[in-house]
């Protein structure tokens, strides 16, 4: 007994120092991009978010969870710039036309992603591209313009500013940057009184790029191009959803009683179902029910007919089948098919008499040959098929 009580206090020991080990462990670099502005990780925006103020001094920067649509349409903006920095943008017709709205009062409008959606990227004809492993230390990137073109191109760490643009509308768009390779890195679209300036590196603008001075100096650069405003909008419904949460379980999710309430509830209610399990009465046997056979029977009866390729023998047995049923249906005698039979037929049969002579003339033919071919049959079985069409 003794030995086993040394035994459970090491073990409790042990794991207590490996739960203060593990609690106190530096945590783990997260490299996701997030480009949250309340991220502090290597790929978030707290940094750019935070020195908006400097970069455009007493502006009021708002943050906006709600799609462009939604975002813009419900207030009159002036003299405001709309910052959107996103892995994928995800913006349809209705956005984008809100969004023209937006810039012809005179707005501009800042996007830095990787991918736009596909009705954008289509109707700015516009595509994106890597450059891939040429140069070895990573793209540089310059500005166009020679009063920012900087003597010393712009180089970034962890291949942050390899993507371009491998397909821009010259007609509309004006290249405001280009890379080593002569490749078009950002591009502005004039749209009225404003513009639309977009950039395919949106890590350039995250908290890791921006501890580099040469590289916050680019990111700074390419912002400039935005005019001082009385607003600045920050777009978050491309990287933290929509405002709101949706789930029907809100209320009680966001209030910590009821969430313990709800937890212990659905650990009750487990427990009770795992108990529960076990069937208390034998199981019902599945007896499945009788297959009809008769079609699968005619199937198998019209391949054999189709593969010996008997027309007389076929024809021989519908004639007969054809005559039983005149038989049982109108009491005609079937012996001699004359004139007599014939207008007999017709009159209890309500068909047609040339349908009716045809019929006969057909059976009379086919009836004595010693040869029948695929037509004949064929012939005979539409003129049955039309006799059981018209009869009464």
């Not at 090491?10 to 997030?34: C, F, H, M, R």
């Not at 290249?175 to 950039?199: E, H, P």
């Not at 912002?223 to 209320?251: C, F, H, M, Q």
């Not at 047995?317 to 007999?344: A, M, P, V």
Request: positive net charge.
């Amino acid at each position: 007994m003794k030995g086993l009580n040394l035994y459970l206090a090491g073990s409790t020991v042990v794991i207590l120092l490996y739960l203060v080990a593990q609690y106190y462990k530096p945590k783990p670099t997260d490299w996701n991009p997030t480009y949250l502005k309340d991220d502090k990780a290597p790929f978030g925006t707290y940094i750019l978010y935070h020195e908006l103020e400097s970069l455009y001094p007493g502006a009021q920067i708002s943050a906006s969870r709600l799609p462009v649509y939604n975002t813009l349409i419900e207030k009159e903006l002036e003299h405001s710039n709309y910052l959107l920095i996103a892995g994928e943008v995800n913006m349809d017709e209705y956005d984008y036309q809100e969004l023209v709205k937006y810039m012809h009062k005179g707005n501009n409008v800042f996007i830095a992603a990787y991918k736009l959606s596909d009705f954008l990227s289509d109707t700015l004809n516009l595509q994106m591209n890597t450059v891939g492993t040429r140069y070895k230390t990573g793209t540089p990137l310059n500005f166009v313009s020679p009063a920012l073109k900087s003597r010393q191109p712009y180089i970034f760490d962890k291949r942050l500013g390899d993507q371009y643009f491998s397909k821009v509308d010259t007609l509309r768009a004006l290249a405001l940057g280009r890379n080593g390779r002569g490749d078009v890195t950002f591009v502005k679209y004039a749209f009225g009184k404003g513009a639309l300036y977009i950039l395919p590196n949106p890590q350039l603008l995250t908290n890791y790029n921006l501890l580099n001075p040469s590289s916050a100096a680019y990111v700074s650069t390419a912002l400039s191009y935005l005019p001082a405003v009385k607003r600045v909008i920050w777009d978050e419904n491309n990287t933290r959803g929509n405002a709101g949460d949706e789930s029907v379980l809100r209320v009680l999710l966001e209030h910590a009683p009821l969430r313990w309430a709800y937890y212990l509830a659905l650990c009750g209610l487990l427990t009770f179902v795992s108990f529960e399990m076990k069937r208390r009465q034998r199981i019902i046997p599945v007896i499945e029910p009788l297959k009809n056979t008769s079609v699968d029977f005619v199937k198998v009866v019209g391949k054999v007919y189709y593969q010996q390729r008997d027309n007389r023998d076929l024809v021989q047995k519908k004639i007969s089948y054809f005559l039983e049923h005149i038989r049982s249906s109108y009491r005609l005698n079937t012996i001699r098919l004359d004139q007599d039979f014939l207008n007999t037929l017709v009159h209890r049969s309500g068909v047609e008499e040339t349908v009716v002579l045809q019929l006969i003339e057909m059976i009379d033919k086919l009836s004595q040959a010693v040869m029948v071919n695929d037509d004949q049959l064929i012939s005979l079985n539409r003129l049955i098929e039309k006799f059981y069409k018209q009869a009464q």
